[in-house]
């Protein structure tokens, strides 16, 4: 009976939906395990092969988690908002939310022929207010909770209230943007509107003024991965540096428990070294200067006081406030240039812009360890965000502070006798020296660690400033001028902030006319006629009755893209619940994530994020775990494999023809034109097919080789531009979903980038037919479809061969090495073709180690053995090791030292019985050749060497 792929496909995808197979819900009495992706964002597009490389990995191993006994949770939704549904609103005036339920059917659509095994009836989109409801109350949980620096979590902002009331601002551990200073009288004579003010300078959820990413065509902030070289990925329009009034998360108050918690994770070490440094805990001084001739001061932070005697200028980061301060007139030309400079240039621009740029203030800073005065510049390679704003530099010991130096002529003082001053580094050795006759104090001779420990004694005792742990994370700009998103829930009374009542959420997005931003400039939502809260009726009204008294302007401003999907696999566990966003009794049952798997780069994004908003829930009390992704896989990329063909250019000839790949040396001149890879295989060109591909091409002639158009090809990113997109419903419908499966984890290790090539997916096809023939044998000879299964006696070479499989198998899953345990399948499936193996029990055993890989072909093969049930819910195999013994051992029988033949021995046969075999072997003499017998040497389960001289 022939192997009819598309039959088995699309009765088994049927039988699932009907018999609930995937349907999972809370079981006491199995153990837990959690598998999640990274949820996709639909596109127009659709998916191509390289979206589900993760989606099948995961998979496998959550059948295979499952056919273990665990009760296995395998979610699916959608990141639903993004900017591509939002910019094809304002271009053709349909709803974003049409655009994307009509791009989730088509990923449903997709996810589905391929077999997965997720449970849709836990799906999540962030674009539901089903959905986002807990998303916002998330946020009103964080506006209403300040970072306690004794208790080392969130607290609510009550507390914080009732110890202004008893003690002003002294001892309140609250962590703070600054520090403010007040009494309890003082907090009691405050106005509402300063009270508020004051808490919003602790609140984890604030408004704040801060730089941000400005694309003015799109009319919105966007994160710096939406930016590169100084344009909007989505478009390609100018992005500046703008300083605007935005919602942002406290992160930072997590930077060390998010160090700390890196600890107890299985991630790779290379994924937690980026988190390790994008977090950038580093431990150091605040030193406080003096500006000359002025009363003015400002602080900076440095890991190394010990080497101020080596400052020769001081620098700001052009976004600091102190900029406009310390300005001079007669710079006040060339700042404001250099300025203007700088906000066309991102944030990424400028750490991974090694060019010089600056300019002088004007003004000039007393050294507080020696008295001198120092130049301030100005230079986009310092960053507001990081420390103070402003540094000091050692152009001795530090590349870039060395090279901006060098190219403004600035003084270079070495602080070690006889270095190099271009050298950056300042090690542990004796003769520091403070070059400098009015220094205050002296490190000669200290070594480094003790210089920096006698450095930070002095500037404590003489209050030049204090011994400080800062980290490079910063927080999180959490408004976007969009109105795809999910809205803030919170209205204004007075310019301040105020969450609306809980028992309303959600706050849901109005209708507005148009998409983009308005007439004068406000974000989107500016453009809808119901966006007021009435306070009385606690609902949304008309604008028009805003009166500042009960009625009150609504929050214009939406949610970036990372707030949908900070908690989503909390949700995945109780997604249907009204009353919470999951029940302490499925949170405590599925606890957190056993595997999470998606690509790389969300490394230093959505993994940052999440963890940190996971903790905020840990501290709140609705999460019962501080980590929320115990193991976590990063997934390669699968590269296209582009095709190409020649065009003649030569003089006179018709451009209309085309060479193939190896005749176009016989031409001067021969143009290489893409070409959709879907009419090309095995890099044979479909000449018709190409020939209606594109009017232009509808009467190309061919130059063949053997009668056939051989195409160039080379290793591309996967893009519709290079016509390189392998559909993956196209492979489906020719090979089969099991195929695309088998096929997308043959192709290399999971964790690696690797290229698509059609030319391989055969050898996939070829072995589940193989694998088929097992139980039906060759179509010819079995046309009645008749099941040859048998329940002869095993013999040791088949149990050998299906135990050797199971071992490989289940070693190589665990570790997600899928590829080499496909090698191994097909190596066991010829093995039990050639030992004419039909034996029940032993294909049954293929059959559940299969199912994971290729799950259509499993359950058809299981249902024809007899079993009931599904495949799934097979347990797991074991090996059994003294199957796995070998009887005997071949080694290779060399001749001073070169191998001439081979020779099978009895595993447990000794080193004399070795020799007398080899010796009288009658091949022996020969490469003896009469010579005399010096030695013989046996290596153990290797070769044996005879020695003659």
Known sequence: MEYNFRDIEQKWQKRWVEMKTYRVTEDPTKKKFYVLNMFPYPSGAGLHVGHPLGYIASDIY???????????????????????????????????????????????QQLDKIGFSFDWEREVRTCDPIYYKWTQWAFQRMFKSYYSTSSHKAQPTIKLIEHFELMGSKDCGALGTEELDFTASDWASYSEKKKQEVLMNYRIAYLADTMVNWCPQLGTVLANDEVVDGVSVRGGYPVVQKKMRQWCLRVSAYAQRLLDGLDTIDWTDSLKETQRNWIGRSEGTEVEFNVADSDKHFTIFTTRADTMFGVTFMVLAPESDLVAELTTDAQK???????????????????????????????????????????????????????????????????????????????????????????????????????????????????????????????????????????????????????????????????????????????????????????????????????????????????????????????????????????????????????????????????????????????????????????????????????????????????????????????????????????????KDVTPIHVDVNIVSNDVLDQDAFRAWRPEYEHAEFILEDGKYICGWAIEKMSKSMFNVVNPDMIVERYGADTLRLYEMFLGPVEQSKPWDTNGIDGCHRFLKKFWALFYGNSRDNADGKLLVDDAEPTKAQLKSVHKLIKKVSQDIEEFSYNTSISAFMICVGEMAQLKCHNRELLRTLVTLLAPFAPHISEELWEALGETGSVCDAPWPTWNEEFLVEDTVKLGVAFNGKTRFDMEFAANADNKTIEEAVMADPRSPKYIDGKQVVKVIIVPKRMVNIVCK
């Open 333 to 667: 030309a060339d700042v404001s240039d250099y300025i203007a400079y700088v906000k066309k240039r991102t944030e990424r621009d400028r750490i991974s812009d090694k060019k010089v740029t600056g300019v002088f203030s004007g003004s000039y800073a007393i050294n507080p360890f020696t008295d001198e005065k120092i130049p301030i510049w100005i230079s986009e390679y310092v960053l507001a965000g990081y420390g103070t704003g402003a540094i000091m530099a050692v152009p001795a010991h530090d590349s870039r502070d060395y090279a901006f130096a060098k190219h403004f002529n600035l003084p270079i003082i070495p602080l070690i006798e006889g270095a190099d001053v271009s050298e950056e580094s300042y090690d542990a050795k004796e003769g520091i020296v403070c070059n400098s006759a009015s220094a205050k104090f002296s490190l000669n001779g200290l070594t480094v660690k003790e210089a920096i420990a006698a450095t930070k004694k002095y500037v404590e005792a003489n209050g030049l400033g204090r011994v400080k742990v800062n980290y490079r994370l910063r927080d999180a700009i959490f408004s976007r001028q969009r109105y795809w998103g999910e809205p803030f829930p919170v209205y204004y009374k007075d310019n301040m902030p105020y969450m609306i009542p809980k028992e309303c959420l959600p706050l849901e997005l109005p209708e507005i006319d148009e998409y983009k931003p308005t007439e004068s400039g406000e974000p989107p939502l500016g453009r809808a006629k119901l966006w007021a809260w009435d306070t009385k009726t606690n609902q949304v009204v008309d604008k028009s009755l805003i009166d500042h008294k009960s009625v009150f302007p609504l929050e214009l401003n939406t949610m970036p893209g990372f707030a949908g999907s900070s908690a989503y696999y909390l949700r995945y566990m109780d997604p249907k619940n009204e009353k919470a966003l999951v029940s302490k009794e499925a949170d405590e049952y599925w606890r957190n994530v056993d595997l999470y798997v998606g690509g790389t780069e969300h490394a230093t994004g959505h993994l940052i994020y999440s963890r940190f908003w996971n903790k905020f829930l840990f501290d709140s009390g609705y999460s019962c775990e501080d980590e929320p992704f115990k193991k976590l896989v990063n997934q390669g990329m699968i590269q296209g494999r582009s095709n190409f063909v020649y065009r003649i250019n030569d003089e006179g000839a018709d451009k209309g023809k085309f060479v193939s790949l190896n005749l176009k040396g016989s031409y």
């Open 62 to 108: 959550a059948r295979y988690k499952r056919q273990q006994g665990y009760n296995v949770l395998n979610p699916m939704g959608y990141d639903a908002y993004g900017l591509p549904a939002e910019q094809y609103a304002i271009q053709t005036g349909q709803h974003p939310e049409k655009t994307t339920t009509e791009n989730i059917a088509r990923y449903r």
